[in-house]
């Protein structure tokens, strides 16, 4: 069973992500679900990082995909110091009440090694509200 809460390291690199469903900002008789999400991401390793893209994949109830893909997240590259943490609230919107999120952040090193921090599959569920 895919969790509203993703969670996993890659090379020293934690992500957390949750999400939930905003009824507020959601059209059901109109096909629109909204979603908020607020990744985490920690540097646990030795070495400075940087963020440098994103790519997510995004899949519907229907099975539909779709893929996003770019530089930084909301408009920035955050680096990290050893310990330092960035977070960052973002939004979905689906073509379905549920479906699943997942992805990479590529990351580099001060010494300049590129490496994909995963981002573990989340679940988008409209049964998962902000109270």
Known sequence: MIDTISEVATQGVS????SRYLPDRSEPDQGQWFFV??????NEGPVTV?????????????????EVQGPGVVGVQPTLKPGQAF??????????????????????SEAGDRFDAVVAPFLLSEEMEFS
């Open 15 to 18: 992500v957390r992500v949750t």
């Open 37 to 42: 999400y607020t990744a985490r991401i920690t």
């Open 50 to 66: 940087q963020l440098l893209s994103r790519h997510w994949v995004i899949t519907d109830a229907r099975g539909h995909i779709e």
């Open 87 to 108: 977070e960052y609230t973002s939004f979905c919107p689906l073509g379905t009440s549920s479906g699943t999120m997942q992805g990479t952040f590529e990351m580099v």
